[in-house]
């Protein structure tokens, strides 16, 4: 059986200027599947939904959404997909109620009015739906932003950075929504800085960085790739050196120092070693452990780690 | 084509709503021109040669026009808040015609200009202002404002469109009301000079004043102007077809071409 995908790109590129926003960017999302892009600001993660989404023409390129070319035919496509934008895509001036039906209208839903309410309703905003949503939190915004990109059901949805700058409460609404979303069969592609939010949400992950997909794989398979970050902090410095000793047998990996904190730490791979069996060793050996952490990548971990360099927090494409 | 219907009764429905939330710049712009009517009517008609009584019957219509060119402004100001705001992205990723989207805008501002000139006609009629000329010439009348309206909302929407920021579109729209003093709306163009008589009148508000004034009944087409004075239907017809030949493309083509 062959895999059928919803999105493909090949060597999409574009260019603002003097800067190369996406660089030859593949994608390849697996129909029904969640894709989590995942890079720093300033990766092209913005640019690639713009661009697959049909905001942007691609310089360079091609893409097929939902089995419909994204140059030639992009009224198809906008058929197909839903939209939810980094910055909320709703009229400020109108109510959310007036928005959605508004949007329901041009959509050519039957129902529009219906359906508008069933969406107010679902996202826990029937209570605030006459008033303009320029008084709406930021997370009633985006929850309305994504309420109007699931009017007609899309069969792929876009959702850029959905969560940046919402509190967790938030957070878990629009994670839960997206889970629902893919359970009912829709193929979600969901840009994000945050490891975390990959890690819950996607089936598959690509790195981008420069404008390229740098690494792909499973949630697990990258982590496994990148690997935990043991670190002890003992009583005093000389027990650094015996604290070493004990996390290269158990790491294999090299270790780091930080002498003001008294603390040592390694990279670890191996899926057995357990914070309680780290502390169990340590002390059969003797070593006066004040703390120890085995810390799962972060997003930081994962650029040093495949790109030799740090996030860029300047969201500077060079 | 019926897609493009469709759509732009839409759009034009969320204009609408847009201002029954937001009512402040139609308030603004439907009782500027009476403001401006008592004024020059009382204040400046009793400094003039002509009679006050006369005055205010030949200031009405050309309030009406210079109402009718703030299309400038407002569609410059509506065009440039839409264009930099997140819900353009929203009409770009649906599946609906994007010419409906600066057509929607222009469409509900003829329907709003519309209703924005009851209360000036009424106070016009008022202060002594008279429909004088046949109920048919007078409906020509305001068609022919409404055909400026919308020419000159494209000219707005074309600059709105292009410009930088809401505030810029602000401050460069607010300063199109210079337009009308330089014509013949508020004074008669017969008495200055040369150079300056023919600059006036060979600005399009000259021209359509002229023809409403005329279509009115309330004054005649003035002797010895230039020709699309002299002629000021005909004129104005060629104005407004010019403007929207221009423009309407212009802006449709920028709405669809433009990448935020």
Redesign the interface.
């Known amino acids: 059986m062959t895999t059928t995908y919803a999105v493909l790109s090949e060597g999409l590129e574009k260019r603002f200027r003097d800067v190369r926003a996406l660089r030859g960017l593949d994608l390849a999302v697996a129909e029904g599947t969640v894709c989590g892009v995942l890079g720093p600001n300033g990766a092209g993660k913005t640019t690639a939904v713009r661009v697959l989404?049909?905001?942007?023409?691609p310089d360079a390129g091609s893409a097929r959404i939902a089995g419909h070319d994204l140059v030639r035919e992009p009224?198809?496509v906008?058929?197909a997909?839903g939209?939810t934008?980094q910055?909320?895509?709703?009229?400020?001036?109108?109510?959310g109620r007036?928005n959605l039906r508004?949007?329901a209208?041009?959509?050519?839903a039957p129902k529009a009015s219906a359906r508008a309410d069933e969406l107010l309703e679902r996202f826990e905003l029937a209570e605030a739906a006459n008033r303009?949503t320029s008084t709406y939190s930021g997370g009633m915004r985006r929850r309305l932003d994504l309420a109007?990109s699931l009017i007609t059901r899309p069969a792929v949805l876009f959702l850029d950075e959905p969560t940046t700058g919402l509190d967790p409460a938030s957070r878990n609404q629009i994670w839960q929504a997206v889970r629902d979303l893919a359970a009912d069969g829709t193929t979600v592609l969901l840009t994000t800085q945050y490891l975390e939010e990959a890690d819950r949400l996607a089936h598959d992950i690509v790195l981008v960085d420069r404008g390229r997909a740098a690494q792909r794989g499973s949630p697990a398979q990258l982590k496994a790739l990148i690997g935990s970050y043991a670190e002890v902090v003992v009583a005093h410095a000389d027990a650094m050196t015996a604290a070493a000793g004990v996390l290269d047998q158990l790491t294999g990996g090299e270790p780091h120092f930080d002498h003001e904190r008294r603390a040592v730490g390694a990279v670890t791979t191996d899926p057995t070693l357990t914070l309680p069996r780290l502390v169990r060793e340590l002390d059969a050996a003797g070593v006066p452990l004040l703390d120890a952490s085995l810390r799962p990548p972060t997003l930081d971990d994962v650029f040093l780690r495949l790109t030799d360099r740090p996030a860029d927090p300047k969201g500077l494409v060079a | 084509m019926s897609t493009l219907a469709y759509?732009t009764t839409?759009m034009v429905?969320?204009q609408l709503?847009?201002v029954r939330?937001?009512p402040g710049l139609q308030i603004l712009t439907q009782t500027m021109p009476i403001t401006m009517l008592l004024f020059f009517g009382y204040v400046f008609g009793s400094a003039l040669a002509m009679p006050g009584a006369e005055y205010r019957s030949f200031l009405v219509p050309g309030l009406l026009v210079a109402t009718a060119a703030n299309g400038i402004m407002t569609g410059m100001f509506q065009a440039a808040q839409d264009s930099h705001?997140?819900?353009?992205?929203?009409?770009?990723?649906?599946?609906?015609s994007r010419t409906a989207v600066p057509l929607g805008q222009a469409a509900s501002d003829l329907v709003l200009t519309a209703v924005g000139m009851v209360p000036l006609l009424l106070v016009g009629l008022a202060v002594g202002w008279r429909v004088e000329g046949s109920p048919l010439e007078a409906v020509a009348a305001v068609a022919l404002l409404l055909l400026f309206r919308f020419a000159t909302s494209w000219i707005g929407i074309l600059l709105g469109l292009a410009s930088q920021s809401e505030e810029a579109a602000g401050q460069l729209g607010g300063a199109t009301f210079i337009l009308p003093l330089l014509s013949n709306a508020y004074i008669p163009t017969d008495n200055l000079p040369g150079w300056l008589r023919t600059t006036a009148e060979w600005n399009p508000i000259s021209a359509v004043t002229t023809a409403v004034r005329d279509l009115f009944g309330n004054a005649p087409v003035p002797d010895g102007a230039a020709w699309p004075v002299a002629h000021p239907v005909a004129g104005s017809l060629a104005w407004c077809g010019a403007i929207i030949a221009v423009f309407l493309p212009l802006a449709v083509r920028r709405y669809t071409r433009s990448?935020r």
């Open positions: 989404a049909t905001l942007l023409r009224d198809a906008r058929r997909i939209v934008g910055y909320a895509s709703v009229d400020g001036d109108l109510t007036e508004l949007f209208k041009l959509h050519r303009p109007a | 759509d839409a429905g969320r709503q847009r939330h937001n705001r997140g819900v353009m992205d929203r009409f770009r990723t649906l599946p609906m990448e």
